[in-house]
């Protein structure tokens, strides 16, 4: 039995890492921030729902977690229209307009719904995913991605970030042979935003789909330190009681 707990805490960290080859940048996110949240909210309708449904969420549970109203959800997310052309509802699930086939024909890949993209690929791959586009001509869309190689998405927020070169560097290894490694990105064409602000923006737009991919935990986690408070201060009654029933026993 030892053996094999052995061989699991020897194993996890290796199949963690098999997870991806590159190397991925911490995400610098809080869920306690909830102007990040917010902020990250917004961009996500703007910049990905229009090829990205979130078709596990509703708007009005956006609003309600991230103390925003209705009416102001309405008006800085929704951008679609029901079938009988009135604005979406706010009670309505995050769907995405553009249709599947259509996203294969464009794309040639489905559009994955990112409502649990988080718990999938973790916050520190979506964080380097959404800041290691780079110009590629190879590529259909001129786009590739250190995260991501050959990312059939094209690089939308590039208007934002600018354009990147990415430089490899040739190594070797102790076979004798050669392999590309990511060294470093080049800005060949600078965005509205500055590097620090693109990373600011990646990181609140990374902060919602983290709250995204489980909602709850914003409750779980202010709940827990109220339960810890409570077992603390229970545990002292406790040892109280226990005194006073056996102080006639001894
Ligand atoms: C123009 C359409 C389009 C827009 C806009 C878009 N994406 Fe994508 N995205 C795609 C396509 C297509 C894929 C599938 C790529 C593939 O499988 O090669 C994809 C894949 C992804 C993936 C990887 C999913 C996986 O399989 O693990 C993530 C994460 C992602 N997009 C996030 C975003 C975010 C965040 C935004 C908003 C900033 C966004 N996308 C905007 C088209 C788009």
Known sequence: MKKIFAL?????????????????DHAPIDL????????????????CMGCHGAEYMRYNRIAR?????????????????????????????????????FAKAAFGTKVPGLTVIARARGADWLYTYLRTFYQDDSRPTGMN??????????NV?????????????????????AKEVFEKMELVKPGTMSPEEYDA????????????GEPVQLERKSLGVYVLAFLFFFAIVAYMLKKEYWKDVH
């Open 201 to 212: 923006f990646a990181a609140d737009l990374v902060n919602f789909l983290v709250y995204m």
């Open 65 to 101: 977690d991230l103390g925003m109203t209705e009416a102001e959800v309405t008006e800085s997310m929704i951008f679609t229209r029901d079938k009988d052309g009135e604005r979406t509802k706010p009670g309505a699930l995050m769907k995405v307009a553009m249709d599947g086939d």
């Open 157 to 177: 927020l590039w208007e934002l970030q600018g354009i990147q070169k990415a430089v490899f560097e040739t190594e070797t290894d102790h076979e004798g042979n």
């Open 145 to 154: 991605n250190i995260a991501f190689p050959k990312v059939g998405m094209p």
């Open 8 to 24: 699991f805490f020897i194993a996890f960290p290796a199949m963690v890492m098999a997870n991806s080859g590159a190397h991925l």
């Open 32 to 47: 306690t921030d909830n102007a990040s949240l917010q902020r990250g909210a917004k961009s996500f309708a703007k910049y």
